[in-house]
């Protein structure tokens, strides 16, 4: 479902991005791990179609960015690490604005805003501003609105910024359930105790390379620690 070939994304002498080579599955949910600074956030905004890369390519569902943007953004739900809004509009507001841009139709739309809303707690408030909204709440209304679509893949930067434990747990359970579903999840995060948790396979990146991946059972097979966990096997890995 997503294939990243030599993709790279060069600022002059800094390599962010320094090609990396991936495929992920349908189904997979995929934890990309790093220090600060390793080119997550860029690999996403790649993924994403928010930046063209320096060098290589992004192919979703079998679509490549460069060359159909508009078609492949429609496969995706993105989800950043920090909620970007319009914020004199009311959630609802919202909701409908982003059903436009991916061509839901009003049917679909009242039926899919209504569950949504109330899956992520926010249906009391739904007709309010969402300037009066706390960073936890607009937090969960972009998620609410990168699933409105049904996207067949869900790209997510630090999806637990933000949220209480409740809304953690929330998460957590649905991107499970939308795996189970078939929705491809490719998740950048520090919660290394999330990706430990849900995560199909790890990616490993730092200073811009993808420097391993696996699952968890293979990368502490790469250490010789089998008892290790994946913070074990990140400090290895990353020094």
């Given at each position: 479902m997503i294939q990243l070939i030599n993709l790279s994304k060069h600022y002059g002498r800094i390599k962010a991005v320094n090609h990396i080579?991936?495929?992920?599955?349908?189904g997979e949910i995929f934890g990309f791990i790093g220090p600060n600074g390793a080119g997550k956030t860029t690999t996403i905004q790649l993924i994403g179609g928010l930046m063209a890369p320096t060098e290589g390519s992004v192919m979703?569902?079998?679509?490549?960015?460069?060359?159909?943007?508009e078609n492949a953004k429609k496969k995706i739900g993105l989800i950043p690490d920090r909620p970007f809004l319009y914020e004199k509009l009311t959630a609802m507001e919202f909701l409908r604005f982003t059903a436009d841009i991916y061509g839901v139709n009003a049917t679909e739309f009242q039926e899919k805003s209504g569950q949504l809303l109330q899956m992520f707690s926010l249906?009391?408030?739904?007709?309010?501003?969402?300037?009066?909204?706390?960073?936890g709440m607009k937090q969960r209304l972009i998620m609410a609105g990168a699933l409105l679509h049904d996207p067949l893949i869900i790209v997510v930067d630090e999806p637990m910024v933000g949220l209480d434990p409740k809304g953690m747990n929330m998460v957590k359970t649905l991107f499970l359930k939308l795996a189970e579903k078939g929705t491809t999840i490719f998740m950048s995060t520090h919660t290394l105790r999330l990706a430990e948790d849900i995560c199909h396979r790890?990616?490993?990146?730092?200073q811009g390379e993808l420097i391993a991946s696996g699952t968890i059972n293979e990368l502490k097979e790469k250490i010789k620690i089998d008892q290790a966990d994946l913070e074990e096997v990140f400090f290895q890995f990353t020094g």
């Open positions: 080579n991936l495929s992920i599955s349908k979703v569902d079998g679509i490549n960015m460069a060359l159909e943007p249906m009391d408030r739904a007709h309010e501003l969402i300037e009066s909204y706390s960073h790890i990616g490993i990146i730092n």
